[in-house]
């Protein structure tokens, strides 16, 4: 699906789950919406699953936006006291559309949890009150972190001993009940705004797709280097090892060091959610012939967040850094700010020199940058989808330098391999169903949906009595052209497609049958665990 189409379906107010590979475009065509919803006079709840991501996105986490905090889950008595929490009923009460950007590090229980709070605090019980939810992320990323007591992820855990068979790892937000009845729509981005090599396209598919082979091993054994390298960032797997390179490296130039201290203003718990997820520390130590990686993108400026370059002088009228990039582009670096705002009112902000060291990074910080070239130590890595993030991070294998490899590096999480498969196919059912609409069928949904919004063209008086008929609307109008679309699959249904398909049937037939897109019907099959390719699929 291209951002194109995947902005016209946003526009409807449905439900979508907006994913795609690394450097596909889900953060610019969430800002394109962002965008198209402010211009209409509708102010979205941004949010993200972690603090890093929040504040890139200048939005809450989730946990403090819906008010459910850390906790592990809520009781009737949680949900009677945030009701009484005036400015959070206010915040939630009043809003229409609810991004969550990095979806795939938020577990099933979160989102579940988020589902009762808003439902409790919009008194609806709708699926997650009424909201447009749009979740943001690609599920090969980095995975939920959950409390250890949950022993979610142990081998054990996952090995059903009685059957000898692997169970679903249930921590994914795909696995809350919260996903299943908000009926997520799919757009599956196939656009690639990053990578543009060939080779090494194939290679980060492979892995996706758990087939990486010898031929794959070989491209990567070019690319190890022993040395290290000191004119590109390195990416490990723990922050300890960071704060190490970049201290000795830092200490290794034998002049005075300029320290830049970080501003703050606004509620305390809000600036400390601000602190936690800036890339730029506190206290930013800085000298002459550092190499530093801007944290914040400044397209005017002339850079973006994993911008590289080096500290060549200090303003001598401002005092503040002066850097040249790796693309030999001179920038003097003025203090930048990361916010919090609700309804276009800022509500906390801090404010410092958009810069970070750069010898080293941890992959985790790494999510969501574009490097030109970065050295990585991959031989501790723990987690299902971290070597994936951080050999992504790079545009081209030839500014991919290795120093370390294990196995875990190249493998990512079994369950995403095949529900990635499912989504893919959904996206395609969407696409489909989608193609059907005329122009002016799709401009009078989103005008439905802007005006069920309380936008612009709203009348006064008529919010209330278009609220929550939105995304229902979409699917009737979907369901004029396909009767099913969309509609869920009932056992009966399963058994039938099921014994069909035993039969040989094909998709044709099937899809005539059950009054379902191609996408729809190769999606259950997958889910039914009936097939695995569809593309061997007639």
């Given at each position: 699906?291209?951002?194109?189409?995947?902005?016209?379906?946003?526009?409807?107010?449905?439900?979508?789950?907006?994913?795609?590979?690394?450097?596909?475009?889900?953060?610019?065509?969430?800002?394109?919406?962002?965008?198209?919803?402010?211009?209409?006079?509708?102010?979205?709840?941004?949010?993200?699953?972690?603090?890093?991501?929040?504040?890139?996105?200048g939005g809450y986490t989730i946990h403090s936006?819906?008010?459910?905090?850390?906790?592990?889950?809520?009781?009737?008595?949680?949900?009677?006291?945030?009701?009484?929490?005036?400015?959070?009923?206010?915040?939630?009460?009043?809003?229409?559309?609810?991004?969550?950007?990095?979806?795939?590090?938020?577990?099933?229980?979160?989102?579940?949890?988020?589902?009762?709070?808003?439902?409790?605090?919009?008194?609806?019980?709708?699926?997650?009150?009424?909201?447009?939810?749009?979740?943001?992320?690609?599920f090969f990323q980095l995975p939920p972190v959950?409390?250890?007591?949950?022993?979610?992820?142990?081998?054990?855990?996952?090995?059903?001993?009685?059957?000898?068979?692997?169970?679903?790892?249930?921590?994914?937000?795909?696995?809350?009940?919260?996903?299943?009845?908000?009926?997520?729509?799919?757009?599956?981005?196939?656009?690639?705004?990053?990578?543009?090599?060939?080779?090494?396209?194939?290679?980060?598919?492979?892995?996706?797709?758990?087939?990486?082979?010898?031929?794959?091993?070989?491209?990567?054994?070019?690319?190890?280097?022993?040395?290290?390298?000191?004119?590109?960032?390195?990416?490990?797997?723990?922050?300890?090892?960071?704060?190490?390179?970049?201290?000795?490296?830092?200490?290794?130039?034998?002049?005075?060091?300029?320290?830049?201290?970080?501003?703050?203003?606004?509620?305390?718990?809000?600036?400390?959610?601000?602190?936690?997820?800036?890339?730029?520390?506190?206290?930013?130590?800085?000298?002459?012939?550092?190499?530093?990686?801007?944290?914040?993108?400044?397209?005017?400026?002339?850079?973006?967040?994993?911008?590289?370059?080096?500290?060549?002088?200090?303003?001598?009228?401002?005092?503040?850094?002066?850097?040249?990039?790796?693309?030999?582009?001179?920038?003097?670096?003025?203090?930048?700010?990361?916010?919090?705002?609700?309804?276009?009112?800022?509500?906390?902000?801090?404010?410092?020199?958009?810069?970070?060291?750069?010898?080293?990074?941890?992959?985790?910080?790494?999510?969501?940058?574009?490097?030109?070239?970065?050295?990585?130590?991959?031989?501790?890595?723990?987690?299902?989808?971290?070597?994936?993030?951080?050999?992504?991070?790079?545009?081209?294998?030839?500014?991919?330098?290795?120093?370390?490899?294990?196995?875990?590096?190249?493998?990512?999480?079994?369950?995403?391999?095949?529900?990635?498969?499912?989504?893919?196919?959904?996206?395609?059912?969407?696409?489909?169903?989608?193609?059907?609409?005329?122009?002016?069928?799709?401009?009078?949904?989103?005008?439905?949906?802007?005006?069920?919004?309380?936008?612009?063209?709203?009348?006064?008086?008529?919010?209330?009595?278009?609220?929550?008929?939105?995304?229902?609307?979409?699917?009737?109008?979907?369901?004029?052209?396909?009767?099913?679309?969309?509609?869920?699959?009932?056992?009966?249904?399963?058994?039938?497609?099921?014994?069909?398909?035993?039969?040989?049937?094909?998709?044709?037939?099937?899809?005539?049958?059950?009054?379902?897109?191609?996408?729809?019907?190769?999606?259950?099959?997958?889910?039914?665990?009936?097939?695995?390719?569809?593309?061997?699929?007639?």
């Amino acid at each position: 699906m291209t951002q194109a189409e995947a902005l016209q379906i946003l526009k409807t107010g449905a439900n979508v789950f907006l994913t795609g590979e690394p450097g596909s475009g889900k953060t610019y065509t969430v800002n394109a919406y962002v965008k198209w919803l402010r211009e209409q006079g509708i102010e979205p709840a941004i949010t993200a699953s972690t603090g890093i991501a929040a504040t890139h996105i200048g939005g809450y986490t989730i946990h403090s936006w819906s008010g459910i905090g850390i906790k592990p889950h809520l009781t009737e008595y949680d949900l009677d006291h945030m009701a009484t929490n005036e400015r959070l009923v206010k915040r939630v009460g009043g809003a229409h559309t609810l991004i969550i950007d990095e979806i795939s590090m938020l577990s099933s229980d979160t989102l579940t949890m988020v589902d009762q709070a808003c439902r409790a605090l919009r008194h609806s019980s709708e699926p997650f009150g009424g909201l447009q939810v749009v979740c943001v992320g690609d599920f090969f990323q980095l995975p939920p972190v959950v409390s250890r007591t949950r022993n979610w992820g142990r081998t054990e855990d996952l090995f059903d001993r009685e059957t000898d068979t692997r169970k679903a790892d249930q921590r994914f937000a795909f696995r809350s009940p919260s996903w299943e009845v908000a009926n997520f729509m799919v757009a599956y981005l196939s656009e690639q705004h990053r990578q543009e090599d060939p080779t090494f396209l194939a290679l980060l598919g492979a892995i996706r797709r758990g087939e990486v082979g010898e031929d794959h091993h070989e491209i990567l054994k070019e690319r190890f280097e022993a040395v290290e390298r000191q004119d590109v960032p390195r990416l490990f797997s723990h922050n300890v090892d960071v704060d190490v390179l970049n201290q000795r490296e830092l200490d290794k130039i034998a002049i005075n060091t300029r320290e830049f201290i970080m501003t703050s203003r606004g509620p305390e718990a809000l600036v400390a959610q601000l602190k936690k997820g800036c890339l730029s520390p506190e206290k930013l130590f800085l000298k002459v012939g550092a190499r530093v990686m801007f944290t914040k993108n400044n397209f005017e400026e002339g850079f973006v967040n994993g911008t590289l370059g080096k500290v060549v002088s200090f303003s001598e009228t401002s005092g503040y850094p002066e850097v040249m990039t790796d693309k030999n582009k001179f920038i003097e670096v003025e203090p930048a700010e990361w916010a919090i705002e609700d309804n276009n009112k800022i509500l906390a902000s801090v404010s410092q020199i958009p810069l970070r060291l750069a010898w080293a990074i941890t992959i985790h910080k790494s999510q969501g940058m574009s490097l030109d070239a970065a050295q990585m130590d991959l031989s501790q890595t723990f987690e299902y989808g971290q070597g994936y993030v951080a050999l992504s991070r790079v545009r081209t294998l030839s500014g991919l330098i290795l120093k370390g490899l294990n196995r875990r590096a190249l493998e990512v999480h079994p369950d995403i391999q095949s529900v990635d498969i499912e989504f893919r196919d959904l996206s395609l059912a969407a696409e489909e169903s989608f193609a059907k609409l005329a122009e002016e069928e799709l401009e009078k949904m989103h005008e439905n949906f802007v005006k069920a919004s309380g936008g612009k063209k709203v009348e006064k008086g008529s919010e209330k009595k278009s609220k929550g008929k939105t995304k229902s609307g979409v699917l009737d109008k979907l369901r004029e052209k396909s009767p099913s679309a969309y509609k869920k699959w009932s056992e009966e249904d399963d058994m039938a497609l099921k014994i069909r398909f035993e039969e040989g049937a094909s998709v044709k037939a099937l899809m005539k049958e059950f009054g379902r897109q191609k996408g729809g019907i190769t999606a259950r099959l997958v889910k039914l665990g009936l097939i695995e390719d569809p593309g061997v699929l007639t």
